[in-house]
């Protein structure tokens, strides 16, 4: 009898942990990027930059320019959040994320700033990165 | 455990009684170590202070434009400790990166 309901136990937590899982796993596929942003990527109009944050190659639309600050404020909370845990200011954590966007993220055909601050249009080649890139 | 609950938590025990005294006569004499109006008086003096500064200090729009300087102070071996928490922080919220 005892055996039973510790078994009972087990297969419950076991449901439960494979439950959780299978969320984890859905939410982790659906985060996926806005239409409108990855439009707005895809057409050059926004680029990645060199701090880590999006900035706008051409001067957007309002819609543009609300969706890219809505991204950046969000962004920077969550630098803000993994500079405090890894002791590091946000601009390091920023700045290091940025390399690791402009250099693993964009696509060809897709903007980015090159350390010089001008835009550049990623292709097959290595990006151009800062030069504190690690 | 006890004991201690007997003492020092206690309101009318003897060290409770110590202490307080010890801070009374910190606190309540004028020249003492602490003085608690000297918080009064320092609040007073920094809202005259202000109020007469406003008077005359002037606040004039630069006529160049303002430059922002991106250079960032950035050190070269946090950027190395950071990369395994920027490849978490993109995949954990690739919706907006």
Redo the contacts between chains.
Sequence with gaps: MAISEKMKDRLEMLAAALLIGAAVAGSGAM????PAYQQARSEGLIGEKT?GYLGFVSTPSPAVRALVED?NI??KA??TE?AL?????V???A???G???IK??TVPGEKYQAPD?SWKTRDASPPLLDV??? | MKSIDRTVNNPFSLPKAREDYMRHRLTAVGNGAIRPNMKKGAFLFICLASSALAGCVQVQAPDKPIVIN?N?????E??????Q??????EE?????
Excluded at chain 1, 85 to 89: I, L, P, R, V
Excluded at chain 2, 72 to 76: E, F, K, L, N, T
Aim: hydrophobic share 35%; aromatic share 8%.
């Design positions: 985060a996926q990027r806005d701090d991204l969000k962004r969550k630098y993994e845990a890894n002791g590091a200011t601009e390091e954590m700045f290091r994320t390399c690791r966007l693993e993220r601050g504190r890139c690690p | 991106l960032i102070a950035i050190r070269q946090v950027l190395y400790r950071l990369d928490a920027s490849k978490e922080v993109i919220n690739s919706e907006i990166f």
